[in-house]
């Protein structure tokens, strides 16, 4: 059940700068939640936005939700090397809880 | 948030053999997940677990292959049937966080290789 779908693109980026990955789905969401798993293991819920938010911030992320578009962006800033993972963004429809992961950005921050 | 261990994180198992994967939730849950993460790929989920009543399974996951248990409120297991090395994957559980906006949390995933 594939619902969110990042840019498949590898990030890598120096420490200290930003990086910005981006995620579509297709169908009406409830919400929509952005996950990091390290090397293979279980995932860590990051942030998530509901379907009647625009922008939410927590810490050095920052989401945006644009439901006309049907898209997702997830900005991680000032970068570290402890930020290389895999990101995953996740959708959530109405009337179910089961999440739907798109493909997974991976990011790399070199020191 | 709810902690969920999860259990074994890895092994390597022979064709034709079962392995049963547990999950125990230090707080009680109503719903449960599993998902599999084949190698380099995003999470696939398998069957939604409810204390009480079967599991109900996506498109492409049968009972028979994949019998799931839940018998209260904190614990599931997941058994990956009768192996292929097509079921090296990883195997994670997950949980509807209790409170609202909490997201899920997942198990520390099962690591498969089957031989």
């Known amino acids: 059940s594939q619902q969110g779908e990042e840019d498949p693109q590898a990030l890598s980026i120096q420490e200290g700068e930003n990086a910005t990955m981006n995620c579509s789905y297709k169908t009406s969401i409830n919400n929509l939640q952005w996950y990091r798993q390290n090397s293979g293991r279980g995932l860590v819920h990051l942030i998530l936005?509901?379907?009647?938010?625009r922008e939410k911030h927590s810490g050095r992320l920052r989401v945006t939700l644009d439901t006309s578009k049907k898209s997702s962006s997830l900005l991680i800033t000032a970068s570290r090397a402890a930020d290389t993972a895999s990101y995953f963004c996740?959708?959530?429809?109405?009337?179910?809880?089961?999440?739907?992961f798109g493909k997974g950005n991976q990011v790399v921050v070199i020191p | 948030s709810a902690v969920i261990s999860q259990k074994p994180s890895r092994d390597i198992c022979q064709r034709g053999t079962s392995l049963t994967i547990q999950c125990q939730v230090d707080s009680q849950v109503t719903m449960m997940f599993w998902y599999r993460q084949q190698p380099g790929q995003s999470l696939t989920l398998i069957a939604t677990a409810n204390q009480g009543s079967e599991a109900t399974y996506e498109s492409g996951f049968v009972i028979d292959k994949f019998p799931i248990s839940r018998p209260n409120l904190t614990f599931s297991t997941l058994t990956v049937s009768n192996m292929s090395p097509e079921d090296s994957s990883i195997y994670l559980c997950?949980?509807?966080?209790?409170?609202?906006?909490?997201?899920?949390?997942f198990g520390s995933g099962t690591r498969l290789t089957v031989v």
């Open positions: 997950s949980a509807v966080g209790a409170r609202e906006g909490e997201g899920y949390t």
């Open positions: 936005i509901r379907s009647n938010e």
């Open positions: 996740a959708t959530v429809s109405y009337g179910n809880n089961r999440l739907a």
